[in-house]
């Protein structure tokens, strides 16, 4: 089984990633498949060693090989490379789309697990306001409750 400890999280946000129940002194291999609004595919690899009890621990061990080196609790995300003919430019509004990221986990015995989880650049209720005048491009962006004015 797959373990996260955020199933929505923010963009900057660590997500703790456990994998459990795989044979213990045996590699495990992770493949996490992004999607993004645009349709676009990004995908990272890594091989773990479990521990005696068939627990990986993503944010505290290294891989064995992959698409990363060190110990990094994101390195499945940010390592991520875009799988060959995927669309490379993102619709107007995708900033303030969710995406999803579909872990899977196999190890040599045929032990395999699925976890889907959602990122997000925005928290609920944020919502983006461009303003462009003037030579000045801003955008802010802003809880649900926020009033402007603009003088």
């Known amino acids: 089984m797959i373990v996260i400890d955020q199933p929505v999280a923010l963009i900057d946000a660590a997500v703790a990633i456990e994998l459990r129940g795989f044979p213990p002194r045996q590699p495990v291999t992770v493949t996490a498949l992004q999607t993004f609004p ?11 060693m479990s521990d005696d009890d068939g627990c990986v621990y993503v944010a505290r061990q290294a891989p064995m090989f992959g698409t990363y080196d060190g110990v ?10 875009r799988l060959p003919g995927e669309a490379r430019k993102p619709p107007a509004d995708f900033i ?40 000045i491009v801003v955008t802010f962006e802003f809880p649900r409750a926020t009033i402007i004015t603009v003088l």
């Open 38 to 48: 645009s349709m676009s595919r990004w995908q990272a690899r890594a091989t773990y």
């Open 72 to 81: 990094s609790a994101m390195g499945l995300i940010w390592s991520a490379e």
């Open 96 to 135: 303030m789309q969710p995406w999803f990221v579909q872990l899977e986990a196999t190890s040599l015995d045929g032990t395999r697990a699925e976890l889907t989880f959602e990122r997000r650049v925005a928290g609920p209720g944020v919502t983006r306001h461009p303003i462009r005048t003037d030579g």
